[in-house]
């Protein structure tokens, strides 16, 4: 009896063993899968890759480093049409597909500064500055001169806009032109003082 219960665990023994060793052989084999899936792919996989999107010749290719994603930056050119590429590094996925120049025979079309300039454009026009409103202007005048509005009428005067104003102030009848867009007092005349030196001439461009 003593002899067959040594046998019997043994045996166990045995099985417990060779479980323990299956199990850190796949313990071994999982973690390998994650290095595997960790480690970053080579230039020429990435290379497939990025010609598997766009079929042309590699112009020139990069690793970068942007946000803490790792990718290669490749510049592809197909059909005289230069693209810019991103591949994850590690993945494999394509990040970003696009046109950077367009290549002519009498000029090169840098698309990039195309659309930079196309911004600059339109930011300009959105700062660029409304008319004033005859209301808006006649307010201006009457500030500057301490007055009463009588009269004002919109003019153009060498290219510009400018709304002249007619007061009533306690020096007499006071005409101010004052800029349509800017706001600016561009004229000062006191009607009723004959000397020319109390005149605000204040045309200046």
């Known amino acids: 009896m003593k002899k067959r219960a040594k046998i019997i665990a043994l045996t166990t023994a045995a099985m417990l063993l060779v479980s323990s ?7 071994t084999v999982e973690a390998h899968k994650e290095t595997k899936k960790s480690e970053r792919i080579s230039v020429e996989e990435a290379n ?27 510049e592809v050119l197909i059909n005289n049409k230069l693209y810019d590429i991103h591949i994850d590094a590690y993945s494999g996925k394509t990040l970003k597909v696009e046109l950077e120049k367009v290549y ?3 000029k090169t079309i840098d698309i990039q500064k195309k659309k930079e300039n196309n911004k600059k454009h339109t930011s300009t026009k959105k700062k660029s500055k409304k008319r004033l409103t005859s209301k808006e202007a006649a307010s201006i005048a ?16 060498d290219g510009r806009y400018i709304y002249e104003v007619e007061l009533k102030t306690k020096r007499g009848e006071v005409d101010v032109d004052v800029d349509a867009y800017s706001g600016k007092i561009l004229k000062v005349d006191y009607d009723d003082n004959d000397n020319d030196d109390d005149d605000d001439d204040r045309y200046d461009d």
């Open 21 to 27: 060793i299956g199990f850190g052989t796949m313990g």
């Open 142 to 157: 009457a500030k500057h001169v301490q007055g009463k509005v009588e009269d004002i009428d919109l003019d153009k005067d």
């Open 104 to 106: 002519t025979r009498t």
């Open 48 to 74: 497939k890759l990025a010609l598997a999107v766009k079929p042309g010749k590699i112009k020139s290719v990069e690793l970068e480093k942007d946000d803490g994603r790792v990718y290669y930056d490749y």
